[in-house]
């Protein structure tokens, strides 16, 4: 048996063809090069169509496509907020045109990162476990008793929005309160939030345009003891500890795993959101649960598309 695997990332569309046991039979990456939404989609179907041409000895059964939002499965559609236009994408029509007779699935890059994990990295063997994607955004792959939770309408794990902090302020409307203060983008938020607050703050950070201040920018000075680099990702490390206990509370898992851009660099605070998560968790779920870091860095879409692709 042999599946093809697409994943569409913020900056590129990669596709790679698997075996039954994982292995890379073949593989590519195209750059998205800020194509037009409309040309997103058929550049899927365009790749998926050469990949499948390309691998004519190694037969396609299926194809699995990881997608950076919500897929509404009962309908077909995507919603994704990093493409212009799709909102409620026919994604589905599309690729069955495209491949005719071709089994597809569709699901969210969160639910494929766990996937990828489960299959072929940290969380290989374990029915119960989380990948947590600490980017842009902040979204959660669940994989429970073996099934991924998706949900009602398919939004399941959309843990950017827990409410870790009191009162409500408006800012959070837009991202949710944990994705405000400890996303990628939220790092540099609350960094530009602090350097307005402080104008006697004069370290490395004053050196740079605010508005381009970035999370990498915090941690490259952290060591430094760069008071507002360090503000800020002290305090994310308890939102990211805060995070996880709720996670553990709720669901049981075997094991958390930490991936996206900003694990990563963040890798290095495992221990102190383990110490912070343990504050908060309920403490017998919490002995039995690993907290770890993706060993397939950017390829757990991808890899977790594959397995998608499998019918799991």
Request: charged share 20%.
């Amino acid at each position: 048996m042999s599946v093809l695997g697409i994943d569409l990332g913020g900056t590129k569309l990669a596709a790679a063809v698997f075996d039954d046991h994982g292995k890379v039979l073949l593989k590519e990456v195209l750059p998205l090069a800020g194509r037009p939404w409309g040309q997103v989609g058929s550049l899927i179907a365009d790749l998926a169509q050469s990949m499948c041409t390309a691998s004519q000895k190694h037969e396609i059964d299926a194809v699995g496509v990881c997608i950076p939002g919500i897929y509404y499965a009962q309908k077909g559609t995507v919603w994704a907020p990093n493409i212009p236009g799709w909102t409620d994408y026919p994604l589905r029509e599309e690729l069955s045109a495209a491949l005719p007779g071709m089994r597809i699935k569709i699901d969210s890059d969160r639910a494929c990162y766990i996937l990828g994990e489960t299959w072929q990295g940290s969380a290989k063997g374990c029915k119960n476990a989380i990948f947590l994607a600490v980017g842009t955004g902040i979204g959660a792959g669940i994989l429970i008793d073996g099934q991924i939770l998706r949900g009602h309408n398919d939004i399941a794990g959309a843990v950017g929005w827990f409410g870790l902090e009191q009162p409500f302020q408006k800012k959070y409307s837009s991202c949710g309160c944990f994705e405000y203060h400890a996303a990628g983008e939220g790092l540099a938020k609350m960094a530009r939030e602090y350097l307005a607050a402080e104008p006697l703050y004069q370290d490395t950070l004053r050196n740079k345009p605010a508005d381009q201040i970035t999370a990498a920018d915090l941690f490259a000075v952290y060591d430094n003891q760069d008071a507002i680099a360090r503000r800020v990702l002290d305090e994310a490390v308890v939102y990211w500890g805060m995070a996880v206990a709720n996670l553990v509370s709720a669901f049981n898992p075997e094991k958390i795993i930490f991936g996206g851009g900003v694990f990563g660099p963040a890798s290095r605070f495992l221990p102190a959101i383990h110490a912070e998560a343990q504050k908060w968790a309920q403490p017998i779920s919490f002995s039995q649960v690993a907290l770890t870091v993706s060993t397939l860095g950017g390829d757990a879409g991808l890899i977790g598309a594959g397995r998608l692709a499998m019918g799991i």
